[in-house]
């Protein structure tokens, strides 16, 4: 049953589904909204996404590459999940991106922001392949989601996120690991 939602939900967004949050998704998420400074990707704005301005090296041309994938990734995520924070290919294996609702979800308004990590798998096989979610704060355990699949691993959510990382994991069939990697989530020392 779950590889049948993901397989859908990756459907649905490689067909076209726009991702812009309502009024009324918006108003009903927790948090207070907060200023981000945000611009635009080429292909984003079709989609209702758009990226931190001080996203990591790379990520924007990850997100210009293939905007359809990067829509896929911020619809797994769910509602109002349309701001990217930060993105990572690894070879032909699998892309890792994450993205934030721009709200905030404590008292500091730059580390204490929602977080959703995905791990697409671009082998087109299923693989073992993982995704584990840290936020900045060394008590809040980790979050993961390791497994075998062909489409991607996650989502995976940490309330206060930003300037945490994001480790893939990928093996093959075989047992050798191709991906092995940690991706800062925003742009933190």
Same mark, same amino acid.
């Given at each position: 049953?779950?590889?049948?939602?993901?397989? +859908?939900?990756? +459907?649905? $967004?490689? /067909? &076209?589904?726009?991702?812009? !949050?309502?009024?009324? $998704?918006? +108003?009903?998420?927790? &948090?207070?909204? @907060? /200023?981000?400074?945000?611009? =635009?990707? %080429?292909?984003?704005? %079709?989609?209702?996404?758009?990226?931190?301005?001080? %996203? !990591?090296?790379?990520?924007? $041309?990850?997100? =210009?590459?293939?905007? *359809?994938? /990067?829509?896929? +990734?911020?619809?797994?995520?769910?509602?109002?999940? @349309?701001?990217?924070? *930060?993105?990572?290919?690894?070879?032909?294996?699998?892309?890792?991106? @994450?993205?934030?609702?721009?709200?905030?979800?404590?008292?500091? /308004?730059?580390?204490?922001? !929602?977080?959703?990590?995905?791990?697409?798998?671009? @082998?087109?096989?299923?693989?073992?392949?993982?995704?584990?979610?840290?936020?900045?704060?060394?008590?809040?355990?980790?979050? =993961?989601?390791?497994?075998?699949?062909?489409?991607?691993?996650?989502?995976?959510?940490?309330?206060?996120?930003?300037?945490?990382?994001?480790?893939?994991?990928?093996?093959? !069939?075989?047992?050798? #690991?191709? #991906?092995?990697?940690?991706?800062?989530? &925003?742009?933190?020392?």
């Amino acid at each position: 049953m779950t590889r049948l939602i993901r397989t +859908a939900a990756m +459907a649905a $967004a490689l /067909a &076209g589904a726009v991702l812009v !949050p309502t009024a009324t $998704a918006s +108003a009903a998420m927790s &948090g207070s909204s @907060t /200023a981000a400074a945000t611009i =635009e990707f %080429a292909g984003g704005s %079709a989609n209702g996404l758009t990226m931190v301005q001080e %996203a !990591p090296k790379g990520t924007k $041309a990850i997100l =210009e590459a293939n905007p *359809s994938a /990067a829509a896929a +990734a911020a619809n797994v995520c769910g509602s109002g999940y @349309t701001i990217s924070v *930060s993105a990572a290919r690894y070879g032909t294996y699998g892309t890792v991106y @994450t993205w934030t609702n721009g709200k905030t979800s404590g008292p500091n /308004a730059y580390y204490d922001k !929602p977080i959703c990590g995905v791990f697409f798998n671009d @082998t087109g096989a299923a693989r073992y392949m993982g995704i584990r979610l840290n936020d900045n704060y060394t008590d809040t355990p980790a979050v =993961e989601d390791f497994g075998t699949y062909s489409t991607y691993a996650g989502p995976v959510y940490q309330n206060r996120g930003y300037c945490g990382t994001a480790y893939s994991y990928m093996k093959q !069939p075989n047992g050798t #690991v191709v #991906v092995d990697n940690k991706l800062g989530v &925003g742009a933190c020392n």
